[in-house]
């Protein structure tokens, strides 16, 4: 059943309620750390869906089948399955997964392998699932965080749609998505166009997102087991400014920001000493209290977390198209051109 601590929905947008399992042998004997999981979980955090788990099974059917009835007999709208889709002797998720499925949705694994191709060309070989269990969307990845992450860059921004239309909605009305590059994986150790490889930390998130953002979902997106600090900021939108009561905000941002963004973060990620980063900055309009900036960054000691994490803020403030428009209490408004 999907825990009572999910049951609450964003003041924004209601939640969807989620479930991620993890099939592998090896992590379900406990001799390799879930990473895939984790990440699913804060990922689809970021597309509306609240997750449970992750549940780690071993590479057997029935345990993998009696893992997703129970999520979808559960309450889940949205249940993703993180490995056992290759084509290895142990690699059984599709086969455990189809036969439950009352339609399947062959287009969407499609377009994750197309998505994938350019940077990972073993993307074909991948047996990905995707279709529906009564009113729930089911999604097999790749057990690897990089499969997750292409997986939900593309299948993400479908989720609400698709839960919606399942239940009865007008197909034609258009989710509500990102601009595709903004969800992109970002790149990560590969090689430069000189065959050097580009190494440092994971950025494992960065957008420019019109959505809510949630600071555990950026921690849990950075963790690691050779991680011992976890340094986070998040901007929160305040309700004065030199001496004047404020009372909403709106941020419009440039076409260029998610690039530039990206370019600040991965610029940063460089530095010596960091595990991994999560960065995402809220456009549109926001309440007082709710996160404008959210920053989450890990690194096996506090001091090099602590330093990365300001000099992202900094880098941001000052290089950042995003304009802020301030209401306030008194009817007046004004631009400030800064993030």
């Not at 390799?32 to 099974?57: C, I």
């Not at 992109?184 to 166009?193: G, L, M, N, Q, T």
């Not at 941002?253 to 960065?279: E, W």
Request: with cysteine; charged share 20%; aromatic share 2%.
């Amino acid at each position: 059943m999907i825990p009572e601590s999910m049951s609450g929905d964003s003041p924004l947008m209601p939640l969807l309620h989620g479930y991620v399992i993890t099939v592998s042998d090896r992590t379900a004997a406990g001799v390799t750390d879930d990473r895939s999981g984790p990440l699913a979980v804060s990922l689809l955090a970021q597309h509306g869906v609240r997750a449970a788990g992750p549940t780690v099974v071993p590479d057997e059917r029935d345990a993998i089948a009696g893992a997703v009835l129970s999520a979808t007999k559960g309450g889940a709208d949205v249940v993703v399955l993180t490995g056992g889709t290759g084509i290895g002797p142990r690699d059984v998720t599709p086969e455990a997964v189809q036969p439950l499925l009352d339609k399947e949705l062959f287009g969407l694994p499609e377009a994750i392998r197309a998505a994938s191709r350019s940077q990972v060309p073993t993307a074909d070989l991948s047996r990905l699932v995707a279709g529906t269990i009564g009113g729930s969307l089911v999604l097999a990845l790749p057990g690897s965080p990089g499969g997750v992450r292409d997986g939900l860059a593309v299948a993400g921004p479908l989720l609400r749609h698709a839960v919606a239309v399942l239940r009865g909605a007008d197909h034609r009305v258009a989710p509500a998505t990102h601009d595709r590059a903004e969800t992109a994986r970002p790149e990560v150790e590969r090689p430069d166009a000189t065959g050097a490889e580009v190494t440092g930390a994971e950025v494992t998130l960065c957008e420019v997102t019109d959505r809510h953002l949630d600071t555990e979902a950026h921690v849990a997106a950075v963790a690691r087991p050779d991680a011992g600090a976890v340094v986070t900021f998040t901007g929160v939108v305040r309700d004065h400014d030199h001496g004047r009561d404020v009372v909403q905000l709106e941020y419009e941002a440039h076409p260029s920001a998610a690039q530039v963004l990206r370019d600040v973060t991965h610029r940063v990620a460089q530095t010596p000493g960091i595990c991994a980063i999560a960065v995402s900055h809220r456009v549109g309009a926001l309440k007082i209290g709710e996160a404008a900036l959210v920053i989450a960054v890990s690194a096996p000691h506090r001091v090099a977390a602590l330093s990365v994490c300001g000099r992202i803020v900094d880098e941001v403030k000052r290089d950042l198209p995003v304009w802020k428009h301030q209401m306030f209490a008194d009817g007046t408004d004004e631009w400030v051109n800064c993030a």
